[in-house]
């Protein structure tokens, strides 16, 4: 063993997000407004549809990342925390997934456990 | 030819954890590197007693990097 790293993933690549927006079941605009309460409108790159309530969006930072833009008040059927979570989530295994291929690692484990928690073991021979 | 594995676990909140087996000396860090990137920023990063360890093929070190 080598050593441990801990990463903490930024949204970066918009093709990817919206992969993974897709992905996870939602339809996305590009370059509209959401909107909060009393129909005040903010501008954002990429606009998520709820099923019921205010929209949820993400707005490209000064630094290159991509963060969400939501009047959670508004918003239905899930938290801030569980919705950015889940992006997150998918965001991390996506871009691991496409970085391993490309350096030649093969997947040979992948499992989820109850806390949600992805397990995946990567392997090549050099 | 040698075994590279990483065990890679991506918590529920997006965190991500890398740990390298395999991988002797300063090579580990060439192969996380390019992950860490596309990923974002590193909060941690320990290393393990193999790290000290010298890889017995210096060329194959210098193949593997980019």
Not at chain 1, 28 to 45: F, H, L, N, S
Not at chain 1, 88 to 115: C, H, I, K, W
Not at chain 2, 21 to 39: N, Q, V, Y
Request: aromatic share 8%.
């Amino acid at each position: 063993m080598s050593h441990f790293t801990q990463v903490a993933t930024k949204i970066t690549n918009k093709e990817m997000l919206l992969s993974c927006l897709q992905e996870l079941g939602y339809e996305t605009e590009e370059g509209v407004a959401i909107k909060g309460y009393r129909g005040q409108e903010t501008p954002v790159d990429i606009a998520v549809r709820m099923r019921q309530g205010y929209d949820v969006g993400f707005a490209l930072g000064p630094d290159g990342t991509y963060s969400l833009v939501a009047d959670w008040f508004g918003v239905q059927g899930l938290s801030e925390q569980q919705f950015t979570a889940k992006v997150q989530q998918q965001y991390a295994l996506a871009t691991v997934m496409q970085q391993v291929n490309r350096q030649g690692f093969n997947v040979v484990e992948q499992q989820q456990d109850a806390s949600g928690q992805i397990r995946l073991v990567v392997r090549r021979w050099v | 030819m040698e075994k590279e594995e990483l065990e890679i676990t991506i918590a529920a909140d997006g965190k991500v954890n890398i740990k390298v087996a395999g991988a002797k000396g300063g090579k580990c860090l060439d192969i996380t590197r390019p992950l860490e990137e596309a990923l974002g920023e590193v909060k941690v990063r320990e290393m393990t007693p193999e790290y000290y360890q010298q890889p017995e093929d210096l060329t194959k070190v210098k193949d593997n990097r980019r």
